[in-house]
Structure formats: structure tokens, C-alpha cells
């Protein structure tokens, strides 16, 4: 086995993980995406039902008692629809690529300003 086939085999590796790990992001985004626009369902569902219970002129404790627990539900959903749209998995990678690129940046540059000036 030469140095060249030799390399080759933690790339291969290395890609096949990456590989994986996007296979497992993209399952991810694909249940959350089922799961937001469930919420959005049941949240209209909820709405229409809070606004007809609101116009009913007769408010009874029953009819209160369902308003209020209609718009707990909505507080609900509306957390769970804003929960996980943003997690530091989601930018973790993006974070270091630019912490590190960014660093290597400002380090060149003054590497470049003491060797011209």
C-alpha cells in the first residue's frame, strides 16, 4: 500500500462521516419541518375556535373557561413553533468556520502589514 492509498483512506472515512451526520441533519430538518406545519394547522384551528367562542354574545364561565385555555394553547404553540427554529447546532459549524477563518484572516493581514510596512 503506497502513501497516496494509504491518505486516501481517512478521506474516505472522514467523508463518509460527514456524510452521515448531514444524512442525520437533513432527518432532522425534515421532522421539524412535519412538526411546524402541524403546529400551524392546530394553530389555526385554535384561532377560528377563539374567535367563535369570542363573538358568541352569551359569555358564560363554560364559554370564559374555553377561552382561556384556547389561548393557552395558543401560547403553547407558538413557543414550540419558536423553540427550535434557532439551536447551536444549527450554527455551531457555521460559528467556527468563521471564528477560525475570520482569525486567520486578521492574523495574515498583520503578518502582510509587518512584512510591507
Do not use: C
Not at 367563535?52 to 401560547?75: F, S, V, Y
Amino acid at each position: 500500500m503506497n502513501h497516496r492509498e494509504q491518505r486516501q483512506e481517512p478521506d474516505n472515512l472522514l467523508i463518509a462521516q460527514e456524510l452521515e451526520e448531514l444524512e442525520a441533519d437533513l432527518q432532522h430538518l425534515k421532522q421539524r419541518l412535519g412538526q411546524v406545519q402541524a403546529d400551524k394547522e392546530q394553530k389555526a384551528q385554535w384561532q377560528q375556535e377563539l374567535q367563535n367562542l369570542q363573538q358568541n354574545r352569551e359569555q358564560t364561565p363554560e364559554i370564559k373557561a374555553d377561552i382561556t385555555r384556547i389561548k393557552e394553547q395558543l401560547e403553547a404553540i407558538e413557543i414550540n413553533l419558536e423553540s427550535q427554529l434557532i439551536s447551536w447546532n444549527s450554527i455551531k459549524k457555521p460559528f467556527w468556520q468563521a471564528v477560525r477563518f475570520g482569525g486567520l484572516g486578521v492574523i495574515m493581514g498583520w503578518l502582510l502589514k509587518s512584512w510591507v510596512g
